[in-house]
């Protein structure tokens, strides 16, 4: 079954960190980019972040520049985003998602595997 199950959202104050984490099965994860959008109430999804298969390429959308790190570990078919400094705009539910092919996307509609999504509440 092919599933991408996400993990490590919640509550934080302003300025602190969050790791999230992203476990694939069901395909051949080294084969595909990955990468994290967000969905924030009343707002359209937003890329996040992306991450070539072997890592070596990374994008991300210009607010979470410096903040946030995405990084992948094939051999445990997991990807994960290191979120640093974290503002209250950071706060909403969070996809990692799955796409066949080499060239990094920011288009959600170009990405065949989505996660359930975890939520990233940050308080001040």
């Known amino acids: 079954q092919v599933q991408l199950v996400e993990s490590g959202g919640g509550l934080v104050q302003v300025g602190g960190s969050l790791r999230l984490s992203c476990a694939a099965s069901?395909?051949?994860?080294?084969?595909?980019?990955m990468g994290w959008f967000r969905q924030a109430p009343e707002k359209e999804r937003e890329f996040v972040a992306g991450?070539?298969?072997?890592?070596?390429?990374?994008y991300y959308v210009d607010s979470v520049k410096g903040r946030f790190t995405i990084s992948r570990d094939n051999a445990e078919n997991t990807v994960y985003l290191q979120m640093n400094s974290l503002k209250p705009e950071d706060t909403a539910f969070y996809y990692c998602?799955?796409?066949?092919?080499?060239?990094?996307?920011?288009?959600?509609?170009?990405?065949?595997?989505w996660g359930q999504g975890t939520q990233v509440t940050v308080f001040s």
């Open positions: 998602a799955a796409a066949r092919g080499g060239r990094l996307r920011v288009v959600g509609e170009e990405y065949d595997v």
């Open positions: 069901g395909f051949t994860f080294s084969s595909y980019i």
């Open positions: 991450i070539s298969w072997n890592g070596g390429k990374t």
